[in-house]
């Protein structure tokens, strides 16, 4: 018999733990960065957060709809299509970006460099046959 994740409960303990120690979190996501993102529900128009391992180069962050390799992207990912400005919490800042879905050769290259300092991210492409979606928050 499997065991049922509540993921609600454990998203709200990542991000109270990222607020309490600005931006680092332990358990699964020791040693990787982490961001909060803000979006708002596509049919609900309620605000979500949802924390995410990022690709950060520079001012840059990038986010993948990897949902652990799941055959359907994450609510996340609709809600940010849907309603592409939002904010973005990284360590102590809080900033406002507007999403922007990544396609061709630009989404395979940033996939890549995520993959090479975060292996997991290959065996989730691995794992679903659909293209995980790269988002670009870009500061507002």
Same mark, same amino acid.
């Given at each position: 018999?499997?065991?049922?994740?509540?993921?609600?409960?454990?998203?709200?303990?990542?991000?109270?733990?990222?607020?309490?120690?600005?931006?680092?979190?332990?358990?699964?996501?020791?040693?990787?960065?982490?961001?909060?993102?803000?979006?708002?529900?596509?049919?609900?128009?309620?605000?979500?957060?949802?924390?995410?391992?990022? +690709?950060?180069?520079? #001012? /840059?962050?990038?986010?993948? @709809?990897?949902?652990?390799?799941? *055959?359907?992207?994450? &609510?996340? %990912?609709?809600?940010?299509?849907?309603?592409?400005?939002?904010?973005?919490?990284?360590?102590?800042?809080?900033?406002?970006?507007?999403?922007?879905? +990544?396609?061709?050769? #630009? /989404?395979?290259?940033?996939? @890549?460099?995520?993959?090479?300092? *975060?292996?997991?991210? &290959?065996? %989730?492409?691995?794992?679903?046959?659909?293209?995980?979606?790269?988002?670009?928050?870009?500061?507002?």
């Amino acid at each position: 018999m499997s065991e049922s994740i509540d993921f609600d409960e454990m998203n709200r303990k990542v991000i109270a733990e990222f607020r309490e120690r600005d931006g680092r979190v332990g358990g699964a996501f020791d040693g990787f960065p982490l961001v909060l993102v803000h979006h708002v529900g596509a049919k609900s128009g309620t605000e979500r957060i949802s924390p995410l391992v990022p +690709l950060l180069e520079g #001012e /840059r962050i990038f986010i993948f @709809a990897s949902k652990g390799g799941s *055959a359907e992207n994450p &609510a996340w %990912y609709h809600n940010l299509v849907a309603n592409p400005r939002t904010r973005v919490e990284t360590g102590t800042e809080t900033v406002d970006v507007v999403a922007r879905v +990544l396609t061709g050769e #630009e /989404r395979d290259e940033v996939y @890549a460099r995520q993959v090479a300092v *975060a292996p997991q991210f &290959a065996e %989730y492409q691995r794992n679903t046959d659909r293209s995980i979606p790269v988002v670009e928050l870009e500061r507002a």
